[in-house]
């Protein structure tokens, strides 16, 4: 029985030998791979924190944020603005829900305000100087909240102080513009009080769109410099994009009672609207209304342009792997009035997200493999002054380290579905967040499921998907993309546009735009909000946790493929006439789709396996990077900002891309040779050596 | 005893269970940690592998590929630089001593040759016709090796066509211009035959400097865009940057003839040379002299412009741990004519350290941690327009990835010292690398204590060094810190400047750069030129195989705070009488020394440790793109290609920030207020801005 027992020892040692290599293989972090104890490089989302973070925003909580954000009007760089900031930093350096770090840096921006002395005028002046009617100075105090010293005025933002007076314009020029919305645009035709708030969602009669008519975005003051006190500043007396004569916005009731007094040829169809009349193009008033002959509009704006501080709210939770790659989730703050809807329904969500992720944070349950920055914007409303600001002195730091970022600016425009701008990149996070959170008050529908029955397209990698508007520079998401080339998107709940015709909100930058106004009409129960903050807070989790990046840069090769049929559709035989070929434009998006392929087909092998956390790293980088590649400075130097070969602003008809349909529409009646058309193949070349290196990043890493 | 027996057992049960848990924990690579069979994430620079390298590289080899390089004429586009470039793709795709991968890519760029039909010509001509007096048309065929059809005349590439006469510019403007190099500049005052080459060193009568008289660099026709061919180009007609007015470089001795026979007052004393006679301004030559009264001086340029395809060589070695980070390594090709020194003193050191490296490779013996790109670019001389290119075509692959650019273009003028210029990041790695090489021919001193010797200055942080020039457009590096701001370096040997005050070594540009000149002058043994190839050599594994990259970011402070110096005192009260404050400034040069000077320490500590590949990584990023930080290119709009805030040209006389000094150049004599005195303002904004985001960037990496 010896041998039994010898092989019993050897099969016991063995198996200790055994155990212990295991335990050295596996249990025992090495200095080298543990960054932190008990954090792996290889860490990747946790569903079950996705799942808990889902079920922890709280609808109530949003609503209550939503209560205190809109209590009081809180215009850029007001004391009530100021004090939200402090607000928002309070609560991210709470000890229990906050996050690492907070900060609330300050800029000194031009604004512009209604002077308190001498309010705004518009009215309508008889022969002898005798005031025969008023526009209303303020909107009507419909619920007590439209009172009240803070509510400024209805403005239009940095238009030029004067007092022009006339009926219309001469053939010497526009001397002053007065800006309304008609029923039939905002309200589907209904103007009586009845059937506006606060009976209805609809605009009331003495509503006025508030709004900033400045052409550029930034402090207008500092293009391309932050602006800090020592900036060098432009000369505010001459400073480029503000509107050169005086304007003023009014309510509809109002422009009813000047534009159905004038007399003159029937304005054109397209021009009519829902105010009872007919419109017509004046000069002057009709002698059988209610001004006598020879009665004028005089509009006296005393605008003053002011040097403000304007308060962006930082916040960052550092990232426990890759602490220097940054998902960053923003919002502004700054209101024109109460803002409940624009934009503190947003700010409310951002509370409410940065508290679960605070508290999960707090109680070392979580923390992100990448970095979250959240930012509260100052000056949003004024021309996305405060973000921009963020951008041009951190530019160098974001453009190299920043993964994605994500606007929710309004977070509820109704409770109907969501709606998404963004570039490619991102599609398909949006797509999977969306498609694991329950659509509101839909039983058994997705997010996803209920979005695709509104905004659809049919897409020739995966049929029929819901549709991603694209960025213009409505919001924050601007500079980011613009200007930094970093993937972004803008998320929100939207109203059914076959429902109604209304341009957007009714209430959009009005006094009526309150707490109450979205509780009863936009989203009673706060469903929307709750199911936006789920969108949102999905899709952060997603870039910040995930080991490969969730951005799909084949995507990108769609939008190119569209653009460039378009452009081949529509532009092709003229661009023949000037012996302009798009043959290089095709193979560039033929390398640009057969390069992103091939890597999808890496990530897909690495995915496979166990991988190694460096090649992941190199591989993200590609994915993170691809964005930058579309930026070129000098492609338009006659744009502030504007960079972007792929996005920048279209002038021109054809759906295509911009830089080649604005140089084809600038050309399209010069002659041959001109140097419009040499400025058409300058943007076509500008664009094939943008999709050429855009393919040759996504190539494998060291092929020449 | 059956104690003994369980103790025994359990001893022995522990030493097999420990024995594992050792075995588990070192023996076994992880699949996460091993990019490779045997290779580590944490592979560091192997000093015994740098000793082979160091050892290897053969002078005799250097030496025949010189002879082989030089032996005919190359100008760029020629059959024979096609020929070259074939010969490097040849080697670099050897079986045993190649590289990965290589490619030649070409482009089809604008040069400018001679006429073979009508030479150029420049004659004395007398009232009635009679050629008096002709310069040469070719150089004096001294070794056999200035005649053939291959030996281009002396000509000023770009210089347009024309025939003007006169004798000096009229009131109305110059009609034409002559270049020479005088003997006291180039041969301290010798000109004769017997002491001058095949004689010497020195530069003989009839030599002609060559070169390109473009004004900007990269091809005339695609500036911004890569020359390819169905790029946007510029019309030929209207190109901006050529010479106006019809241009020839002469000889000494011919000058000689024709300035010592002016008439008129006497030139500065600044102007006076060493061809033997008074210089004199004219107009017209001198009745006693030579010519003719009348006489005039015709010159006759019928230079043509001409789109050639031109090769860039590319060759890889792919990064056994890191592929996508680059290490770039450069020497142009094409020469005016037989280009011995320049630029083919530089390519026989490519071509010997690429055999050396390919040869370890190609046995398996070592594989560098990052990518090594070689690369030998076409069209150098006239106006960079390889490398140009090249940087257009892969501009964000090339920005995004690339950790250094090491130019060795010329690699011996002479053999007295080393010289290096450089962006302060890669001074560290350039001292280290010439502290461990023998100098050549001085028993017991190391290249950097005989470097020390010829340039040095006093550092504050570490005593005396030898000193860095700065790098301006004077070879193919330009491109890279100008356009991509990639931390760039230029290396050679060098004469002693204390014992000759030639401008540059004498024969440049001259058919007179042959392979006898460097043989029996420049570098007799070649081990000088070995010297450069260790030195670049080290630097190259250096950059490419240290764990840490050998990126000194702090040393970028010592450059800061003496530009801030100069500012200060020279400027300081100019700016202080329009009230522009340096306090900014200050501040900025302080934030950056700080945040590079933790950023050190933070490195000392992690190479205390087991680093974590990610952290260091990441950290290597961080210096890697230091450089990129300082890089606008909306600073200098009316500059092409020029957007370095710090090394941008300087037109200003106080060596300081080059947008600063020049803004207050130009409005040092406008009033205050002026539109100049803004641009300052401006600069010095645009400055504050770069340094903040720099020390941002290098501050830890998840601060707000």
Not at 345 to 361: D, I, P
Not at 516 to 543: C, I
Not at 675 to 688: D, G, H, M, N, P
């Amino acid at each position: 029985m010896q041998w039994v027992k010898v092989l019993g020892g050897l099969v016991g040692a063995s198996a200790l030998l055994g155990l212990g290599i295991i335990l050295g293989r596996f249990a025992i972090p090495k200095g080298a791979d543990a960054p932190a104890p008990g954090v792996s490089v290889s860490q990747d989302l946790d569903l079950e924190i996705l799942e808990t973070v889902m079920k922890q925003l709280d609808a109530s909580k949003i609503r209550e944020n939503l209560r205190e954000l809109s209590r009081e009007p809180h215009l850029a760089s007001s004391p009530r603005d100021e004090a939200l900031a402090q607000l928002l930093l309070h609560r991210w350096r709470d000890p229990e829900s906050g996050l690492d770090a907070a900060e609330a840096p300050t800029y000194e921006v031009l604004l512009s305000f209604p002077s308190r002395e001498r309010p705004n005028r518009v009215a309508v002046v008889g022969p002898t100087g005798t005031i025969l009617f008023s526009c209303r100075q303020s909107e009507q105090n419909l619920t007590g909240e439209q009172g009240g010293p803070d509510v400024v005025p209805p403005y239009a933002a940095y238009a030029p102080p004067g007092t022009p007076q006339a009926v219309n314009a001469a053939k010497h020029g526009v001397a002053g513009v007065l800006v309304y919305t008609d029923p039939a645009d905002i309200n589907d035709g209904h103007s009586s009080a009845s059937q506006t708030f606060p009976n209805s969602w609809r605009l009331p009669p003495s509503g006025v769109e508030r709004g900033s008519y400045y052409e550029y975005f930034g402090d207008p003051l500092t293009p391309y410099l932050p602006a800090n006190p020592s900036s060098f500043r432009l000369n505010p007396d001459t400073v480029p994009g503000f509107p050169p004569i005086p304007t003023q916005p009014i309510g509809f009731e109002d422009a009813k009672i000047l534009l159905c007094n004038l007399q003159g040829t029937l304005a054109p169809a397209a021009w009519q609207g829902a105010l009872g009349c007919d419109y017509k193009l004046g000069p002057g008033f009709r002698p059988d209304g209610d001004f006598l002959a020879d009665s004028q509009v005089n509009v006296s704006v005393h605008n003053r342009l002011e040097l403000r501080n304007s308060s962006n709210v930082l916040g960052i939770i550092r990232g426990a792997v890759e602490p220097d790659r940054y998902v960053l989730y923003g919002n502004h703050r700054d209101s024109w009035v109460h803002g409940a809807v624009d934009p503190s329904s947003g700010t409310a969500v951002l509370l409410e997200l940065s508290r679960v992720l605070g508290t999960l944070l707090k109680k070392g349950t979580w923390r992100p493999r990448r970095s979250i920055v959240f930012a509260s914007w100052g000056a949003e409303e004024f021309g996305l002054i405060g973000s921009t600001e963020f951008t041009e002195e951190f530019f160098s730091k974001l453009q190299e380290r920043t993964v994605a970022y994500i606007n929710v600016d309004i977070s509820v425009f109704a409770n109907a579905t969501l709606r998404a701008q963004g570039t490619p990149p991102v599609q398909s996070v949006i797509f999977s967040a969306a498609k694991q959170i329950p659509a509101p008050g839909l039983d058994g529908l997705s997010i996803y499921d209920n979005w695709i029955r509104y905004f659809n397209r049919s897409s020739t990698a995966y049929g029929l998907v819901p549709s991603l508007g694209s960025l213009g520079a409505g919001s924050d998401y601007a500079p980011f993309i613009h200007f930094l080339g970093i993937s972004s998107m803008d998320i929100a709940y939207t109203y059914d546009r076959s429902k109604t015709s209304a341009r957007i909100y009714p209430t959009y930058h009005t006094a009526f735009d309150t707490f109450g106004y979205v509780d009863k009409f936009v989203d009673p129960g706060f469903s929307s909000h709750q199911a936006v903050a789920r969108t949102a807070g999905s899709v952060l989790l997603r870039l910040s946790d995930s080991l490969f990046l969730p951005l799909n840069v084949s995507d990108y090769g769609e939008t190119l493929r569209n653009f460039l049929q378009a452009a081949q559709r529509d532009l092709g035989v003229l661009l023949e006439q000037h012996s302009i070929s798009l043959g290089p434009l095709v193979t560039a998006v033929e390398k640009f789709e057969g390069a992103a392929a091939a890597l999808g087909q890496h990530v897909s092998a690495l995915q496979k396996d166990t991988p190694d956390p460096l090649q992941v790293r190199m591989l993200n980088d590609q994915l993170m990077l691809l964005e930058r590649t579309f930026l070129n400075p000098r492609a338009f130097p006659e744009e502030r900002y504007y960079s972007h070969v792929l996005w920048a602003p279209r002038t021109g008809s054809v759906a295509t891309f911009p830089g080649l349909a604005n140089a084809c529409s600038r050309a399209m009646n010069t002659s041959l040779g001109s140097a419009a058309w040499a400025e058409v193949q300058r943007q076509l070349s500008i664009l094939v050596v943008a999709l050429e290196g855009a393919a040759a990043t996504l190539r494998p890493v060291a092929d020449l």
